[in-house]
């Protein structure tokens, strides 16, 4: 069987892409690739890592989700990353909302830290599995 090499690059659709851009890119420690009020590139060391899209605009391609229903309903978002506890840090220092404190997850086995963003979606930052 031939493999090939895959890699994610989630696009979520938010109310404010510049609110939610400030707000991951403190969260993970990444940078804007993109900018703009509409949609959004989010780089690690230059690697696309996720994408944000303004909720109502289509584009291209047409609207990303519904205004009607609420947005980041049954969808976790799951970061690994090289230093947790800075990641622990700096969301400690921002108040960002925190809904499982960091902990210890046997069945990954690996740390991690779940929080919500702006718009509802739950974010679990982990660290590497030792």
Known sequence: MTRSSVRAQPMIAVTAVEKSSAWYQ???????????????????????????????????????????LPVGNGVALWFELDDLDEAVRRTASAGVEVVTELHHNPNAGHRELWLRDPDGYLVVLADQVA
Not at 48 to 58: A, F, I, K, S
């Open 26 to 68: 403190l969260v993970l420690g990444v940078s804007s690739g993109h900018g703009g009020t509409e949609y959004e590139q989010l780089r690690s060391d230059g690697v696309l890592v996720m994408q944000l899209h303004r909720l109502e605009v289509g584009h291209h391609h047409g609207a990303i989700g519904d205004p009607a």
